[in-house]
């Protein structure tokens, strides 16, 4: 018989960007396992409500932080 031991060191991140009155908004999410990530989730909130996560791999990630940049760049 064998015996093994695992240990894992599981870190949650959570970022919230919230309307003023924090009733809507988007919530980013990240599970890391021992310094790797395990995905990213997007969430939507809309009243009290929180939509179905949306998993998004590495490219969309890589994308929406793209497409954020370029629309916080044009002059306003």
């Known amino acids: 018989?064998?015996?093994?031991?695992?240990?894992?060191?599981?870190?949650?991140?959570?970022?919230?960007?919230?309307?003023?009155?924090?009733?809507?908004g988007v919530n980013l999410t990240q599970a890391i396992v021992n310094g790797h990530s395990q995905g990213v989730a997007l969430r939507a909130i809309n009243g009290a409500k929180k939509s179905a996560a949306i998993q998004l791999d590495p490219q969309a990630l890589v994308d929406l932080r793209d497409a954020l940049n370029e629309i916080l760049s044009e002059d306003r």
Not at 2 to 23: C, H, P, Q, R
């Open 1 to 24: 018989m064998a015996f093994k031991k695992v240990a894992s060191n599981i870190v949650n991140l959570s970022f919230t960007v919230a309307s003023e009155d924090g009733k809507y």
